[in-house]
């Protein structure tokens, strides 16, 4: 048996190719929602409060289509001002996310 992904020769037990982790035939199944981060305020590219980082790490998404999304919500509807609010406080904040945004300046010398 060889591995789909890279090629190399497996052993008829095999799983999991030792070369590259491609999953085989033998392998069971993932569960649904494995390897997905838990949803959580994504503190390193906030704007604001984290809410829009959060959601688009969660779903896997450029971060700039989930805040264009969330303000034509907010500004066609109005509910998604109070939407972002309300995960804004009861979202947890992302426990892995220990580093702070540290704003930089360009000072010109004279």
């Known amino acids: 048996m060889y591995c789909t992904s890279c090629g190399i020769e497996l052993r008829g037990e095999d799983r999991f190719c030792s070369q590259c982790g491609a999953r085989t035939s033998l392998a069971p199944p993932p569960e649904p929602g494995a390897g997905r981060p838990p949803l959580s305020l994504d503190k390193g590219r906030k704007k604001i409060g984290g809410v829009c ?54 000072v010109q010398t004279v």
């Open 53 to 106: 980082a959060g959601f688009a790490r969660y779903m896997d998404a450029d971060v700039s289509l989930i805040r264009i999304i969330c303000l034509i919500v907010a500004f066609s509807t109005g509910i998604g001002f109070i939407a972002y609010l309300v995960a804004w406080i009861v979202l947890p904040a992302d426990p892995n996310a220990a580093t702070v945004r540290v704003s930089t300046r360009t």
